[in-house]
């Protein structure tokens, strides 16, 4: 953490220091802690008086049978989400990383999408799935499958699924890749002179060789799902149809937009703020576990 | 190895390619639906080929912009774009390596306070502080500004938890060695530091500028203006009218013209980009 050759001083150190902590401060510390006191706060519907209501707000949002929804919405989008995107990742990088001609190649053409803003992928993929004029809609009426996910929820949660599992895979691919490549040969040459097949060789000694690489994606896939497609869900379904596709940041946003439930905006952002710190304290533990490994 | 591989290399084409596939068949159906004109797209008949209004498309919304929705030409947008992302790379370098070299080169009181004030800011994205981050940016005057667009986004502790586990990797002999030759703080940075770090800043800058050209909720709120707001929020205000009106066939062209800058970049910068990607989530 210290250098041992090093320069002393204090007006340096924080001269340099001091555009960070100006911006963080004021950009970040700032509204951060205001939230925190707009948790608390209820303000009339006029927004002429505001009163201090300790937990009132947390309390109206956990008997709020929406933000219950929310919850429900969320565990099943990134559940979704992760298992799809890391799974048909990790298949494609196992093939990249057979040594075929060309796999530089197609390393390229499987990374680009993550170069794709999510708002903009999600309107590829309503484009494709649009009822009316959707290419792939059109194809699933003519076989004959009801689709519609402007009215039926469900519909609509599978179509922003697939679209935020689309934009993903090329960031999962490309950890698997590098995971895959720092696992030695040496290893898998004598499960070969072992005569272990190709399958039991994955199961048995790459698949948990990449095991730090897998939790490791899948901690900053959730917090992807939780926070990056909030582009995705905007530009698909708005949370609709009936808040089917609501997930927890996407409430943050609708609820406080227009300054109507401000404190109850507030107070979820309270409790995001904590799950992160929950999920971000997990990570720095397998990080440190990482380093003894 | 010393099994036979053909079947394997075959299968692994075959899944390759298939999955190459699916990773472009939504951008080629967006570049098809981007030549042809309304009609055809509103009638459900788009083929899978393009069309012959690929220049009429992109002329009409480079330079005119759409009638109805958003008016003004995307060009200007994109313009935008590129200045809120360039802002945000540059801004973001700036005030890292600046704040990293104090962390790690400087023995002073308050350091460890200094490096946590901004450690946890990487625990909060703007999402979920947006309304409070928007009260200030309006108390501050700059709704509709490039610095409103900006400013707000950098604070974040990325880029200096990169630059410090860079700085950590310099070998202490190089500055006793500037030091014998009279260097001080500011020559040591300028000439040792600052040169050993190129790659490092320029990964960060790759994965800052798509980062910074793909932001959506942030300019959707901070700008109210037409002549502000940035080409990613602009297809949104597209398509968001009823299905008739909607003229996809621009939209489409929107979104292509939306994904080539940060696309090219990835793909022109690919050793950057994954050096950066790798480096900043360690």
Do not use: H
Not at chain 1, 31 to 50: C, E, I, M, R, Y
């Amino acid at each position: 953490m210290q250098k041992n050759a090093y320069f002393t001083g204090l007006t340096v150190p924080l001269l340099l220091l001091l555009p960070q902590l100006a911006i963080t401060v004021v950009f970040f510390y700032w509204p951060a802690s205001q939230a925190v006191w707009q948790s608390f706060l209820l303000q009339d519907a006029f927004g002429t008086s505001t009163e201090f209501v300790w937990f009132e707000n947390y309390q109206a949002l956990f008997s709020d049978p929406g933000y219950l929804k929310a919850f429900i919405n969320t565990a099943i989008f990134s559940s979704f989400v992760c298992v799809l995107s890391l799974s048909i990742a990790l298949l494609f990088a196992v093939m990249a990383d057979r040594q075929i001609r060309g796999a530089e190649v197609y390393k390229t053409l499987l990374i680009w999408p993550y170069a794709v803003a999510p708002a903009v992928a999600g309107v590829l993929w309503l484009f494709m799935f649009d009822p009316s004029l959707g290419m792939l809609a059109r194809g699933l009426s003519t076989m004959g499958i009801a689709w519609n996910p402007r009215l039926n929820g469900n519909d609509a949660m599978l179509l922003v699924i697939l679209a935020a599992t689309w934009k993903q895979i090329s960031y999962n691919f490309l950890f698997f890749l590098a995971g895959l490549q720092s696992i030695p040969k040496s290893v898998i040459e004598a499960a070969v002179i072992d005569g272990a097949r190709p399958m039991r060789r994955f199961w048995t000694i790459i698949f948990p060789l990449l095991s730090p690489t897998t939790f490791f994606l899948l901690v900053v896939n959730i917090v992807y799902v939780f926070f990056d497609t909030f582009g995705i869900i905007d530009t698909i379904t708005g949370g609709g149809p009936s808040g089917a596709t609501e997930t927890l940041v996407y409430k943050v946003f609708s609820d406080g937009k227009g300054g109507s439930n401000l404190g109850g905006s507030a107070a979820q952002s309270v409790i995001l703020l904590i799950m992160v710190i929950g999920m971000t304290a997990v990570q720095f533990r397998f990080i440190e576990r990482k380093v003894n490994y | 190895m010393v099994e036979d591989r053909r079947f394997g290399d075959f299968i692994a084409y075959v899944i390759l390619s298939i999955g190459v596939l699916i990773v472009a068949f939504p951008v080629w159906l967006t570049f098809v639906a981007s030549t042809w004109d309304a009609a055809t797209i509103i009638n459900g008949k788009l083929p899978l080929y393009p069309g012959p209004y690929f220049f009429e498309n992109y002329n009409r919304i480079l330079f005119i912009g759409t009638s109805s929705t958003t008016r003004e030409p995307v060009l200007g947008m994109m313009l935008n774009s590129f200045v809120m992302a360039m802002a945000i790379a540059l801004g973001k370098i700036f005030i890292s390596v600046l704040s990293a070299y104090a962390v790690v080169y400087y023995r002073f009181p308050f350091r460890m306070a200094a490096f946590w004030i901004i450690f946890v800011t990487l625990m909060l994205p703007v999402e979920v502080r947006i309304f409070p981050t928007f009260k200030v940016v309006s108390d501050l005057r700059m709704l509709d500004t490039y610095q409103g667009l900006a400013v707000p986004l950098i604070a974040s502790a990325t880029g200096t938890l990169l630059f410090r586990q860079f700085f950590m990797t310099i070998p202490d002999e190089l500055l006793e060695a500037s030091r014998i030759d009279g260097a001080g703080p500011f020559r040591f940075f300028k000439d040792t530091v600052v040169p050993l770090s190129i790659t490092t800043i320029a990964a960060l800058f790759v994965i800052q500028f798509i980062y910074g050209w793909n932001q959506y909720l942030w300019p959707l709120l901070v700008t109210t203006k037409d002549s502000m707001q940035t080409i990613v929020i602009a297809i949104k205000k597209m398509i968001v009218t009823s299905d008739a009106l909607t003229e996809w066939q621009l939209a489409m062209a929107t979104a292509m013209l939306a994904m080539l800058p940060p696309v090219l970049v990835v793909i022109l910068m690919q050793r950057l980009f994954v050096k950066g990607l790798v480096e900043t989530e360690k």
